[in-house]
């Protein structure tokens, strides 16, 4: 847990198959993020259908960040297909686009059984684990995957419920906890917007302030620890919205 902010850094050095034959299910968005207030990166979205029902998303992500020392430019993609209804997910891959690299990561849920191949400096390594209860895939800086993650939160039980992250990178999965805190009107460039507030701790590491809107898509997304936020693009000042 201690390394956790550069895995964070590090997951962003890591496109999708493009052979997947599906119908458009009519949804896309796109994000701003920033950093310390200051405009920093995006990120793009695609819902479709498959034939069987499936949901495929897929998304395109630029940032540019940090170390202290210099700042880079990382551009990357992922693919997640999740289960109609159940939303559990079947497959993810990501992998980065910048630099020609090919580093990339693949998970695959059957039977029972997580399988994660991490492919890095043109090596592969490989983890096999049981799914575990309640499992979630949210990577750590695709943001869109949350809109999932809330659809898997029991309104009718309400309160402050578990799931299993499994991450990636870490080939194994953290706990994350979900609680819905109220309605709440966001204030924005198109004005105010009704939206639900959850609290979302990634046990041990940090805490995100969520806002979506009635459709459970995100809106808004603070991540204090790490001076973040997420903002659908077209809430933004008209001023920030450019690269």
Request: charged content about 20%; hydrophobic content about 40%; proline content about 4%.
């Amino acid at each position: 847990m201690k390394s956790i902010n550069l895995i964070w850094l590090s997951v962003l050095l890591f496109v999708i198959p493009g052979d997947a034959q599906v119908a458009p299910s009519g949804y896309s968005q796109s994000y701003a993020i920033l950093i310390k207030g200051a405009l920093a990166g995006s990120e793009t979205v695609a819902e479709t259908t498959g034939e069987s029902g499936d949901l495929v998303s897929m998304s395109d992500h630029e940032i540019f960040v940090s170390d202290g020392l210099e700042t880079k430019r990382m551009t990357f993609s992922t693919k997640m297909v999740l289960a109609k209804s159940s939303w559990i997910p079947i497959s993810y891959t990501y992998k980065y686009t910048t630099g020609g690299t090919g580093d990339s990561y693949e998970v695959a849920v059957k039977k029972a059984t997580i399988s994660r191949i991490l492919n890095r400096g043109g090596r592969n390594s490989e983890v096999n684990m049981p799914a575990p209860l309640n499992m979630v895939i949210v990577d750590f800086n695709v943001y869109h995957l949350y809109d999932y993650l809330i659809r898997r939160y029991d309104v009718a039980k309400g309160g402050r419920q578990l799931f299993a992250n499994f991450v990636p990178l870490i080939g194994d999965d953290i706990p994350l906890a979900l609680t819905f805190l109220g309605n709440v009107d966001l204030n924005s460039e198109r004005g105010s917007i009704p939206s639900r507030n959850y609290k979302i701790e990634f046990v041990g590491i940090w805490n995100v302030s969520l806002f979506v809107d009635a459709d459970g898509r995100l809106l808004r997304l603070l991540i204090p620890a790490q001076d973040l936020e997420v903002v659908r693009k077209d809430l933004l000042p008209s001023a920030n919205t450019s690269n």
